[in-house]
């Protein structure tokens, strides 16, 4: 194997994420640490979306190909717990990449007052874009879509559906 | 004929490229933390890690069998997903519990090669639905005592339990959402969803008080800031359930007293159920009938073929 060529983080960084493949693992913001510790050994520290998040052992092959293919022979990827992914860490490219696919990007995540987690039993309408002709006031039809982080929505006036991606 | 070979490819070891995600993965959770907190016995972090690595679990399982059965296609994925997060829960409990236990089992064996008496699940979780509306009673109270469960976990001084504390409130935040505006919606609905749903918070009523009764491991590790007190989750619990039964037109069930002698005589000439018995449980490793037939369904394939993989 000839020597690495190009950084550690950047080849790590542009792997894509298999469960939304406009996404890189640094849009995703699922990167935590990329370590060279040695020569041609490289340290991935990676984090999973959701603790069931199937994507987690592709994620893992795909950052170790990606770098041997960079020419860095000694890969390991470990996985942290904490401090958990939030939505927040998309980047802002991430955003408009998921938009760009007609996927509505999250808004903030819920901050949270001190004491339980409150229970909401409101409306299904909130303020949320339709990627498709823009319009605001959309309709939950369910939290969970394709994968765990993404909700399906319907537009009351273009009625199509779409996916956003929840906020947690 | 073409169709002879219609499974040959599936056989093919050559290229894994028609998996969605490729075959033959390491298990990416090996590595997680032995290390224990001081002044805590390591049997009894491995315990508490099974109970609530059981509970998930089995939880899971339960939800898994309802996919193909949901009313709407938009619940088979909601219900998918939330054993998904369930079962995430699992692997990394059970794993942790294996590698601070140290003898070389990992989450397939805990999960796979475990008899019923060595499960710490509590009862509530394995209990088979009679319909949609014992689902949601069900996923609701679980999900309501999980969610504060999970977010005293934060704070626990074991590192690990702390991580999955924090990941896991997000995520049981939406299961009982989910939950709950089911219960709204059947309770607050027809006649007939009305009266199912109310026999359902009836039914699955006399499972509650397991929840917050603590068991002397616990206790122990409650002491040493490692684990949640279950006592004290009640008044969160209660003041959700009385959110949603409020909001879904139903009345409290009956109390326990009155639930509990009526379930140790649910099966006529039967063996009572443990469930209605008091002090007995899924945590001292106690099961319902219902508990042998999920473990056969979960484990029946890993047992008949040891060691195999695809």
């Known amino acids: 194997m000839s020597a690495p ?25 699922i990167l935590r640490g990329v370590d060279e510790t040695g020569a041609g050994r490289v340290v991935v520290t990676i984090t999973p979306t959701y603790s069931g998040c199937p994507a ?25 717990l904490t401090p958990a992914w939030s939505t927040d860490r998309i980047t802002r490219a991430g955003r408009a990449k998921l938009a760009a696919a007609g996927i509505s990007p999250p808004g903030p995540a819920p901050r949270r007052a001190a004491g339980p987690v409150p229970l909401t039993l409101g409306p299904s309408r909130r303020d949320v874009r339709c990627p ?37 | 004929m073409a169709f002879d070979a219609a499974y040959e490819a599936l056989t093919d070891h050559e290229d894994d490229a028609r998996w969605a995600y490729g075959t033959g993965f390491v298990d990416p959770l090996a590595g ?34 309802w996919v193909t059965r949901a009313p709407e ?68 109270v679980f999900a309501t005592w999980r969610l504060a469960l999970l977010d005293r976990l934060v704070t626990s001084r074991d590192p690990v339990l702390a991580a999955i504390g924090a990941k896991g409130v997000k995520e049981v935040t939406y299961h009982r959402e989910y939950a709950a505006q089911w219960v709204v919606r059947l309770g607050d609905g027809t006649a007939e969803s009305h009266a199912r749903m109310q026999a359902a918070v009836d039914a699955v009523w006399p499972l509650v008080d397991e929840l917050f009764r603590p068991d002397a491991i616990e206790l122990g590790l409650v002491a040493a800031g490692v684990a949640a007190d279950p006592a004290g989750l009640r008044d969160e619990f209660d003041a959700i359930w009385a959110q949603v039964l409020g909001a879904a037109t139903l009345r409290p069930a009956v109390t326990p007293a009155t639930a509990q002698s009526a379930a140790v005589s649910a099966e006529p000439g039967g063996p009572p159920e443990v469930g209605g018995l008091p002090g007995a449980g899924g945590r001292r490793g106690e099961h319902t009938s219902a508990f042998a037939g999920i473990l056969a369904e979960l484990q029946s394939l890993a047992r008949s073929m040891p060691g195999g993989s695809w």
């Open chain 2, 32 to 65: 997680v933390s032995t290390v224990v907190p001081s002044q805590v016995e390591r049997a009894d972090l491995v315990a508490y890690c099974l109970m609530l690595g059981d509970d998930a679990l089995v939880m899971s399982h339960r939800l898994q069998q």
């Open chain 2, 73 to 140: 296609l938009e619940d088979e994925l909601a219900i998918a997903n939330i054993a998904l997060d369930l079962l995430g829960q699992a692997r990394l409990l059970l794993s942790r519990a294996g590698e601070v236990e140290g003898a070389g089992r990992d989450e397939d064996a805990l999960a796979y090669l475990r008899e019923a008496s060595e499960f710490r699940n509590v009862l509530l979780v394995e209990r088979d639905d009679a319909d949609f509306a014992h689902l949601v009673a069900r996923l609701l």
């Open chain 1, 56 to 80: 987690m052992e592709a994620i893992r092959d795909d950052v170790i190909g990606a770098l041997h293919g960079a020419g860095y022979a000694d890969v390991e990827v470990r996985t942290v």
């Open chain 1, 132 to 168: 498709h002709c823009g319009h605001g006031d959309t309709e939950l039809i369910t939290a969970f879509s394709a994968t765990a982080c993404r909700e399906l929505r319907r537009c009351p006036s273009c009625r199509e559906p779409f996916e956003h991606v929840k906020e947690i």
């Open chain 1, 5 to 29: 060529t190009r950084d550690a983080a950047e080849v790590a960084g542009l792997v894509a994420d298999p469960e939304l493949p406009m996404l890189t693992l640094a849009d995703l913001g």
